[in-house]
């Protein structure tokens, strides 16, 4: 978290099932290459996403270590958005890229062609599930 913070805090490697929040850090796609505003991905998100209160994504920009800078006014998604799609299983595909795929501007983030980024999903309230690893997000897919 040194990247990202400047400070240190034992809340953020202790297990509080239900408290707190928990992250997940992603630069790389399945294929081990670094995520490129340019292409498109898909992040697969399970059923029974292990947060009591809600789960968001926010994109940063590897360079600034800001949030990346778009046409939209925040460079995120979370699982409050009005409209936001869940599969019929119970899981969410979610995508991040320059342009919406058809059919999924609700489920979409908008990413900066120019630019490298990565991704942190947050669970707020984290659940067991999330701590004895039971349950995991998919690494990111290439899609286009």
Do not use: C
Not at 35 to 51: C, I, M, N, Q, R
Not at 90 to 97: N, P, R
């Amino acid at each position: 978290m040194h990247f990202y913070a400047t400070g240190i805090t034992p809340a953020m490697a202790v297990k509080n099932v239900v408290k707190g929040s928990q992250y997940a850090i992603a630069y790389l796609d399945e294929d081990d290459e670094s995520l490129d505003g340019s292409k498109t991905y898909k992040f697969h998100l399970p059923k029974d996403v292990p947060a009591k209160d809600f789960w968001s994504f926010t994109l940063y920009d590897n360079q600034s270590r800001a949030m990346l800078q778009t046409d939209e006014r925040f460079p995120g998604i979370d699982s409050n958005k009005e409209g936001l799609k869940k599969n019929a299983d119970g899981s969410f595909d979610l995508y991040f890229g320059p342009k919406a795929p058809e059919g999924q501007e609700n489920n979409w983030v908008q990413t900066d062609p120019s630019k490298g980024f990565n991704v942190i999903l947050r669970l707020y309230g984290p659940l067991e599930p999330w701590f004895d690893k039971t349950w995991k997000p998919a690494d990111p897919v290439k899609v286009k």
